[in-house]
């Protein structure tokens, strides 16, 4: 199962993916910044059709520093066990998503999963 985003713009779309392995690393990253964590923030915005690039440039850019600032033997704890997904993966995706917002404000996020 995974998360997939599309960045869409008004003549294409950036598509992003990324497994639900990584659920655990992205509600721990942002645990202290929202209630409920990463997924509770993005179901919230989802629900409120808050999902421009300009709105979720902080959640993604905020969440790819606390990966950073992980200690290494924390971040390996949220490898799974099944190889599906990574720490790296994760990080990529968080930089990726942050850059895509940043160059894109007015992009719209549709999710599929």
Not at 23 to 46: I, K, M, Q, V, Y
Request: charged share 25%; proline share 4%.
């Amino acid at each position: 199962m995974s998360l997939d985003l599309c960045f869409e713009l008004e003549h294409s779309c950036h598509d992003l993916n990324i497994t639900y392995n990584l659920c655990p690393l992205f509600c721990d990253l942002l645990s202290n910044r929202f209630t409920g964590g990463f997924w509770a923030e993005w179901r919230r915005r989802e629900e409120s059709q808050v999902l421009r690039g300009a709105d979720m440039y902080a959640l993604f850019r905020d969440a790819w520093f606390a990966l950073r600032r992980m200690p290494y033997a924390r971040a390996a704890t949220f490898e799974p066990p099944n190889g599906w997904g990574s720490v790296r993966g994760a990080d990529k995706f968080l930089l990726r998503c942050a850059a895509l917002c940043r160059l894109y404000p007015t992009s719209k996020l549709k999710t599929y999963r």
